[in-house]
């Protein structure tokens, strides 16, 4: 398996709090890799790292075989983000959100036109590229907010709570169209999310989190069966959440990410 990501006890301080503690994981190429844990645990905090956001207090990185530390600019350009807060415009019609990040991206003019259509019909936006995102629907912002993050084919997209939020059918569509952008174009999505029916079902690996640390790292059917094996016959990748969190206390970030998550599940509502 080549290693697009590569993190070696990656920890981040605030003060005397430790909000992620020697991190260890590695994401394949193409590979879907899902990060679960309860709010407080340390999720958002190590997406930031990993996406530039936020310096590491200690411990190392390579996305996509660059430096987080030494190559900040190349791992940016290397990666697409989709945080929790919403990054579209909402005062500008789909496609000008699209261009403006192509620009920003520094897509040469004689295929941006292209990457913005080709990012539209993935995304199922064709029909309402012309529509103020102010008339979208959440999933349409979510989709939209997808294809932004995917106009300069970035070699991982980063997907933090991408359907929070959501309605059950929404939810299914924008897997629906990640999907087939996982398909097309094979680019490895590192994502959050409190679902476990979509990380069981979309992620080829996952790891959970606890108190900032990394505790156990493997297939959903094989963390299932695991558990299985110690007495919780047919168990689901919710007992498996529940046994590796179920002591959990929430940290003194709890209180803002659930705030920040549900101003986000606001605007989309």
């Known amino acids: 398996m080549t290693v697009i990501l590569d993190a070696q006890s990656l920890t981040r301080r605030f003060g005397d709090v430790v909000a992620v503690d020697r991190a260890t994981l590695t994401v394949g190429e193409g590979e879907v890799f899902g990060l679960l844990g309860r709010n407080g645990a340390g999720k958002s905090t190590l997406i930031k790292m990993l996406t530039t956001l936020l310096p590491p207090s200690s411990g190392s990185a390579r996305v996509a075989g660059f430096d987080l530390a030494r190559e900040p600019a190349r791992v940016r350009r290397a990666i697409g983000y989709v945080p929790q807060a919403l990054s579209a ?16 991206y520094d897509i040469p ?9 080709e990012a539209l019909r993935l995304m199922d936006l064709t ?9 979208y629907s959440g999933g349409m912002v979510r ?5 932004q993050s995917m106009l300069h084919r970035p070699r991982i997209l980063f997907l933090d709570e991408p359907t929070i939020g959501l309605d059950p059918l929404a939810r299914e569509t924008i897997w629906q169209h990640i999907e087939e952008l996982h398909s097309t ?29 990394i505790v156990v790292t493997g297939t959903p059917a094989a963390l299932c069966e695991e558990l299985g094996q110690r007495g919780q016959a047919e168990a689901t990748l919710d007992d498996v959440f529940v046994h590796y969190t179920e002591d ?11 705030a920040g998550a549900r101003r986000a599940a606001s605007r989309l509502g």
């Open 143 to 147: 989709r939209l907010e997808v294809a």
């Open 127 to 135: 029909e309402v590229a012309d529509r103020l995102v102010n008339t």
């Open 109 to 117: 003019r004689r295929v941006r036109d292209a990457r913005i259509a």
């Open 185 to 213: 174009h094979g680019t490895a999505i590192f994502l959050t999310t409190h679902y476990m029916d979509e990380a069981a079902q979309l992620s080829h690996r996952v790891a959970i989190m606890r108190r900032g640390a």
């Open 89 to 104: 415009d909402s005062e500008l019609t789909g496609f000008e959100n699209l261009d403006v990040f192509a620009r920003l």
């Open 248 to 258: 959990e206390r929430e940290s003194d970030d709890t209180y803002r990410e659930t």
